[in-house]
């Protein structure tokens, strides 16, 4: 299968501890972007790299936030000191800039539980 | 903010036509419609896009009204599978989509 991967697919934590979750984007794919949704609702936009660079975060992403893509390839989005609102499925996506529409293909997500 | 209206939820019969509408009273000349699907525990799924003509794919068929206005995404054969939230995005070319709830679809047998 050659399409978005991300590892884990579900995550428990207690409150307060750190996570980090693997995004691996479809191969030769420049852009990489991250999004969380939560319950009923559709997913909203955390941040965006091209390549390695981070061009783009959205205010949604506080400070207990970090995602990193030090190599072009795949990403990491950590969350530090957990809370119970950080609950939710986060989503990654890629894109090909190239491609004339600049459709993303996602991920199937990490769901994060925080007790 | 989502710049489109789509109904909450809607209900079609297994074998028949689903037709989805959505509002974008005020896309702007450079946006273009993207539609994407997802079923329960996926990510979202590419189904189609457009600018200003009709649209289709293996998938689905894109009616974009004249004015822009106004789209209609519609299952030509709609199946079980297809039960899903669906959603109607309006955007620039390489920016950021910004997703609204969307519609759910049940699809009945």
């Known amino acids: 299968d050659t399409g978005v991967s991300q590892d884990p697919r579900h995550k428990i934590t207690k409150r307060g501890q750190n996570v980090t979750f693997r995004c691996d984007p479809i191969?030769?794919?420049?852009?990489l972007y991250w999004y969380r949704q939560t319950l009923g609702q559709g997913p909203e936009f955390l941040t965006y790299f091209q390549n390695e660079a981070q061009l783009e975060k959205s205010r949604l992403l506080s400070d207990r936030f970090s995602a990193e893509r030090p190599k072009g390839s795949f990403s990491t989005l950590e969350i530090q000191r957990t809370e119970q609102g950080d609950s939710a499925m986060y989503l990654c996506?890629?894109?090909?800039?190239?491609?004339?529409?600049?459709?993303?293909?996602f991920g199937p997500g990490t769901r994060l539980t925080v007790t | 903010d989502a710049k489109t209206t789509q109904p909450p939820s809607m209900d079609c019969a297994e074998g028949r036509a689903a037709n989805l509408p959505c509002n974008h009273s005020t896309i702007s000349g450079n946006e273009y419609v993207y539609w994407y699907r997802q079923i329960h525990s996926q990510g979202p799924q590419y189904i189609i896009h457009?600018?200003?003509n009709n649209e289709t794919n293996e998938m689905a068929s894109l009616i974009i009204t004249e004015d822009r206005k106004s789209s209609t995404l519609i299952l030509p054969h709609a199946t079980l599978r297809d039960t899903a939230v669906y959603y109607c995005i309006v955007r620039v070319l390489g920016q950021n989509f910004v997703f609204g709830p969307g519609t759910r679809l049940s699809v009945l047998p």
């Open positions: 996506a890629s894109s090909l800039i190239a491609s004339s529409s600049y459709e993303q293909y």
């Open positions: 191969s030769e794919h420049n852009r």
């Open positions: 457009g600018l200003k």
